[in-house]
């Protein structure tokens, strides 16, 4: 901003002594600097707050405001007198989710306190949906939302409620008008000022709140015992955020406590990294070599140039193959290409296109590049030379190359008087390494348990593309080893498929974690396909047989799967003819073979960034019925997926069908590393660890590996 004033007082001075011809260079800068104005009104807002239960809101009440998309805030707070732990995603524009796990700090569970339990506890999903933002264009209209605290599971603190938030920027001034019932009886409202908010100094993080607290502490039926009593329905305090992403507030509690928490806060969907990725290759610039072939530049030369260019740009060529083109002088190139280092298409694509630019011999007429992943054909791209040497040399861009030379099916492999010029045998094994830390919540013998260990195996591919897994896992720390395999409430009386898990954790401190093998084809036209066969988990292994038809730059895919699976031992590497089963509070043993069989559909709805799945078919425990699943996708490459799965399986909780659900995410570990992967890592937990709704896992699944190779962000 200083700088365009004084350039403008520059060009005014300039003016008085040159004369007007100089008034459109003025006009110019001064559309800057309305356009600078306007677009940091745009911009401006005041910090969002998040109340104890990691709501945006002001200490117990909601507001109507929430984050950006992608956000994700966990925290712990401390509100006599209860202990929360909470968790926050913002999982669409207008969308707010947050789990809590509330803790009744001095009241005993009745029936599992005395036997490791502890305190009562109870786990809450609360939803906001946003009717109208401040950013929708509105003016003068204030933020409106719709809630439900509690919304499933027991609902002890089951609310819905209506609310309201206008901001006054020029008084740096947030307020909030809401109606509530349930735990919220009636009207609420709250306050926020932000004084310092335009500073440059540590003070501009501060915001003083006030609240009017509706909750009904003293008739509610469910509230702590010593949280009955309010003294006033003032909650007041302060907040205070260290650049977003530290955020600690404290503030009376009903008139009569004093209440504290502190989150994390980071958006994880518009998150570019936490270090520029300064490790990465710059694109391919030189050397420039397009000799055409022939005696001063050979077929086996090419080849070693291509490939080692290949390599430094983070892939592996595979295989590459002269074939003769459309003329006698002329020749074609096919060449198989594995991405071993980056997660979106387009950067995979513009790379490959700088190498072949520069280095394809002048007498090649085109160059087909199939991609390859996981063992099996992908994609191809079909580039004519004169194509390339345009981009190469800027008179084309990557979007028009795209348009010329789009993906497309994979073609058949050129034979007749093809020649084989580079070709390169596939690892036969790659060891790896990655930590492994789970985690179980609601046991009878403690609220949270946890195992701590590290994972390992090679995995790598045997001749004809058969891709082979072997991985085995060592627990170093657990807490887990007093867990029983029921519910001490609500026993499951379905086979336990599912519910058993822990006996294997349990067992040993070493596990087989997988040993399977794996071919896939690409039988072209979209059409894929997979046979695995081995030891797919730590509890099932078997033989599993995947259809799948996914055409190119389509939204949708359809799949058939069926897997026959036996129920491995707790101990070693041995099969149970017979499972448990509970009758009652009896429990016996039934034969179980497991088939489980399902038609998928999926599809990507690119205007709300989400990818949809629908699963048709029988599950493990042999309850038939659908599973929903919704995954929400952001440009970072962090993915969000809440999941409902609707049985014929009768799985009764609190005299309820119980269906199975939950929520997983999963991150690209390059977000905390300086250089470009391909690598994930991720976490899912069900509400409850029952057996409706259960799946085996059958190895490497054809949608993921093809979806992630063509996905652009």
């Not at 805030?73 to 929360?84: E, N």
């Not at 996981?374 to 191809?380: A, C, F, I, T």
């Not at 995995?459 to 058969?466: D, F, I, R, T």
């Not at 170093?476 to 086979?495: K, L």
Request: hydrophobic residues 40%; proline residues 4%; charged residues 20%.
């Amino acid at each position: 901003m200083l700088f365009f004033v004084l350039l403008s007082g520059l060009l005014i001075g300039s003016a008085s002594f040159f004369g007007a011809e100089n008034e459109p260079v003025l006009g110019l800068f001064r559309d800057l600097e309305i356009v600078e104005e306007v677009d940091y009104k745009i911009n401006d807002s005041l910090p969002v707050l998040l109340n104890y239960s990691m709501q945006g809101g002001y200490f117990n009440m909601p507001s109507a405001r929430m984050a950006e998309p992608g956000n994700v805030a966990i925290g712990y707070s401390y509100l006599p007198p209860y202990r929360l732990v909470g968790l926050n995603f913002q999982y669409f524009e207008h969308m707010e989710l947050t789990g809590n796990y509330w803790i009744f700090h001095g009241v005993t569970e009745m029936h599992l306190g005395s036997q490791g339990y502890g305190d009562d506890a109870d786990r809450i999903a609360n939803i906001k949906v946003s009717l109208l933002r401040e950013k929708d264009g509105i003016p003068f209209v204030p933020e409106i939302a719709l809630g439900m605290n509690d919304f499933m599971g027991s609902m002890r603190f089951h609310s819905f409620y209506t609310v309201a938030t206008k901001n006054f920027l020029a008084q740096d001034l947030e307020f909030t008008m809401g109606w509530g019932c349930g735990r919220i009886r009636g009207f609420f409202g709250g306050l926020a000022w932000s004084p310092f908010r335009h500073q440059k100094n540590i003070f501009k993080g501060i915001t003083l709140a006030v609240e009017y607290d509706a909750n009904n502490y003293k008739a509610h039926s469910y509230e702590h015992v010593h949280g009955r009593d309010q003294k006033s329905p003032i909650n007041a305090g302060i907040h205070f955020s260290l650049f977003d992403f530290l955020k600690v507030s404290a503030s009376t509690v009903r008139g009569k406590e004093i209440g504290a928490s502190v989150a994390l806060n980071y958006n994880f969907g518009t998150s570019k990294g936490f270090f520029p990725k300064f490790a990465d290759p710059l694109p391919y610039s030189s050397p420039v070599d397009r000799e055409p072939i022939g005696p001063a530049r050979t077929e086996t030369e090419l080849a070693q140039e291509v490939a080692f260019a290949f390599r430094k740009q983070g892939f592996d060529l595979y295989s590459m193959i002269v074939f003769p083109g459309p003329e006698p002088k002329l020749k074609n190139l096919w060449m198989k290409v594995v991405n071993v280092s980056y997660r979106d298409e387009d950067v995979v694509r513009s790379r490959i296109q700088r190498i072949l630019g520069a280095l394809v011999p002048s007498n090649i007429f085109s160059v087909r590049v199939v991609i390859e992943s996981d063992g099996v054909d992908l994609q191809e791209y079909l580039y004519y030379t004169r194509d390339l040497r345009k981009f190469y040399e800027e008179k084309i861009g990557s979007f028009e190359l795209s348009i010329i030379s789009p993906m497309r099916e994979v073609t058949p492999k050129p034979g007749g008087d093809a020649s084989v010029i580079f070709r390169r045998n596939r690892k036969i094994w790659t060891l790896t390494f990655l930590p492994v830390f789970r985690t179980y919540f609601g046991s009878a013998k403690g609220k949270f348990k946890y195992d701590a260990g590290l994972q390992a195996g090679p995995e790598g591919y045997l001749p004809g593309s058969v891709y082979y897994s072997l991985w085995g896992s060592y627990i170093a720390i657990s807490s887990t080893h007093d867990i029983a395999p029921r519910d001490f409430y609500h026993p499951s009386h379905i086979v336990q498929v599912r519910s058993d898990s822990i006996l294997y954790r349990q067992s040993s401190s070493f596990h087989l974690e997988s040993a399977f093998l794996q071919k896939s084809w690409n039988m072209g036209y979209g059409w894929f396909s997979r046979l695995a066969l081995g030891y797919f988990e730590i509890a099932y292994a078997g033989a599993a047989l995947e259809a799948l038809y996914y055409p190119v730059y389509s939204d949708w895919a359809v799949g058939l799967e069926i897997a026959t699976v036996l129920k491995r031992k707790y101990r070693g590497i041995g099969f149970q003819k017979k499972i448990r089963k509970f009758d009652g509070s009896t429990l016996s043993y039934v034969d179980f073979v497991g088939l489980q069989y399902f038609i998928d559909l999926y599809y990507d709805f690119k205007p709300l960034e989400v990818d949809f799945k629908v699963s048709v078919g029988q599950f493990l425990a042999k309850d038939k019925g659908v599973r929903f699943e919704a995954t929400r996708y952001f440009k970072s490459g962090f993915r969000l997926s809440i999941w409902y799965s609707i049985t014929n399986g009768k799985d009764v909780i609190h005299n309820r069908n119980y269906y199975d659900k939950g929520f997983a995410f999963s991150l690209p570990l390059d977000i905390f590393l300086n250089k470009s992967s391909r690598t994930r890592i991720g976490y899912a937990m069900s509400a409850w660890l029952r057996d409706v709704g259960a799946k085996a896992n059958t190895g490497k699944e054809l949608f993921p590996i093809l979806h992630n190779e063509r996905e652009s962000i």
